[in-house]
């Protein structure tokens, strides 16, 4: 599975979109990159994910560049509830839901 | 979205015994569920593989003989926590997968060995 890398930690005013990067540049053509965030002392909850178009729904957006070598959450209209660890992850469709989590980065949304 | 739930949330155990974290899938099958472990400020480790009706399947350095997993339906994975010692302390969080490959997780269980 590719590698992804990801800034550590972030801050985010309250109703500010939230940007959040993702390095994934030795992907390969068959892994799509997921989005999971884990809100302290819960278990991890899925966001998003993407192959090469941008994908949108009720939670966030994922933006992925055309040579698929990075990517961006964004997260429109961020709230208090939105601090958590966002982790990015490469990963074949057909893995199984196999996830192996990096350090992911640590999203504080400030009043 | 589906529901998985673990049980305990949290348990506190002495040193020495074993302890039984459950992990059910409420509302589809899962014949593959994945045990994660957790400690304070590090992101999540996988430590195994369950399988429906065959053995599980350990990432390296994780002790098969230590933390026993039980795949015995298609709705319930058990890991126990054999002669837990105070470096067994930590945040368990299992996954399981549905049909369409989705990972759903549990809301982990927290143990603490004293």
């Known amino acids: 599975d590719a590698k992804t890398t990801q800034p550590p930690s972030m801050d985010c005013a309250e109703g500010r979109a939230a940007n959040l990067p993702c390095n994934h540049s030795?992907?390969?053509?068959?892994?799509?990159v997921y989005w999971y965030r884990q809100i302290h002392s819960q278990g991890p909850q899925y966001i998003i994910h993407?192959?090469?178009n941008n994908e949108t729904n009720e939670m966030a957006s994922l933006i992925i560049t055309e040579d698929r070598k990075s990517s961006t959450l964004i997260l429109p209209h961020a709230t208090l509830r939105d601090t958590a660890v966002y982790y990015c992850?490469?990963?074949?469709?057909?893995?199984?839901?196999?996830?192996?989590f990096g350090q992911g980065t640590e999203l504080s949304v400030k009043p | 979205g589906a529901v998985v739930s673990q049980h305990p949330s949290w348990v506190i155990c002495k040193s020495g015994t074993s302890v039984k974290i459950e992990c059910r899938s409420l509302?589809?099958?899962?014949?593959?569920m994945f045990w994660y472990r957790q400690f304070p400020k590090q992101s999540l480790m996988l430590m195994a593989t369950?399988?429906?009706?065959?053995?599980?399947?350990?990432e390296q350095g994780v002790e098969k003989d230590k933390f026993l997993i039980n795949h015995a339906s298609l709705t319930l994975s058990t890991l126990t926590v054999t002669s837990a010692h105070p470096e067994d302390s930590s945040f368990y969080i299992c996954?399981?997968?549905?049909?369409?490959?989705?990972?759903?997780f549990g809301q982990g269980t927290r143990l603490t060995v004293v």
């Open positions: 509302d589809f099958q899962a014949t593959t």
């Open positions: 992850i490469a990963l074949p469709y057909n893995q199984g839901g196999k996830l192996i």
């Open positions: 993407g192959l090469k």
């Open positions: 996954s399981a997968i549905s049909a369409t490959a989705e990972a759903f």
């Open positions: 030795t992907i390969s053509g068959n892994e799509y």
């Open positions: 369950s399988n429906e009706g065959s053995k599980a399947t350990y």
